[in-house]
């Protein structure tokens, strides 16, 4: 059994005629797990179990992270491997080795200087084997990579921004016509002359109710009779 599950014969698994042994060639990683052998007799029942560990590795290498960045910014680069047990890791910026064995390199701030190829190398103590795999990284002057918008985009945002503001000066013309329509007269020095709708024929003419004046003879005639009548 392997991983409580019944082997059979085939493939790299080979079983002997009376079971007694367990031949598996060639070893695969996939053959890592648990084995059980179970013995009995018409008395009593007897089982063992063995683990088997396949060492392998490593390989399937890749470096995760930037491509480009601005300078000052941060970066990180993680590189990871099939391996057991597991690899060992060395990083190398051009030609020179970086201090350290983690599988991940971080810098919090960048400079121009770590442009370059990283190459990180896996190691396993336990077969011997190593691989390598190399990452580029270019660092940019601060402001080269900020997101730029398409064309199609700064053309709908211009065409968006003019029909606000044809909307808006339309709206003012009405709003502009429709109270020059209303005002009222002003005189050329700025204040406003009284307008009257009905004005009575009294205003318009307000001598028209007075007698006229008496002819020169009769007020002469008028005056002696007064005096006549004081005296």
């Known amino acids: 059994m392997k ?24 070893v695969k990683r996939t053959d890592t797990g648990e084995y059980g052998c179970r013995v009995s007799n018409p008395i009593s029942t007897a089982n063992a179990k063995h683990g088997l560990i396949v060492n392998y590795g490593p390989d399937g290498m890749e470096i995760k992270g930037q491509n480009e960045i601005e300078a000052g910014q941060k970066f990180t680069l993680t590189c990871s491997a099939d391996s057991i047990p597991t690899s060992s890791y060395t990083w190398v910026l051009n030609g020179t080795e970086i201090p350290g064995h983690s599988p ?29 795999v190399v990452h580029k990284l270019s660092v940019k002057a601060e402001g080269s990579l900020s997101p730029v918008l398409p064309a199609g985009a700064i053309i ?6 003019l029909l606000v503001v044809g909307g808006a000066v339309g709206v003012a013309v009405l709003f502009i016509r429709k109270n020059g329509t209303n005002a009222e007269p002003m005189h050329r020095g700025g204040s406003q002359q009284p307008v009257y709708e009905n004005p009575s024929s009294v205003c318009e003419n307000p001598q028209q109710n007075q007698s006229p ?3 020169l003879t009769e007020m002469q005639d ?7 009548r004081i005296m």
């Open 213 to 215: 004046p008496l002819p």
């Open 222 to 228: 008028f005056k002696s009779t007064y005096d006549t």
């Open 3 to 26: 991983d409580g599950h019944p082997l059979s014969a085939g493939g790299n698994i080979i079983i002997s005629e009376d079971k007694s042994m367990l031949s598996i060639n060639p």
């Open 104 to 132: 991940e390199f971080t810098k919090e701030k960048s400079e121009y200087s770590d442009s370059g190829d990283y190459t990180c190398t896996a190691t396993n103590d336990v077969t011997g084997n190593k691989t390598s």
């Open 156 to 161: 709908r945002i211009v065409i968006r921004v």
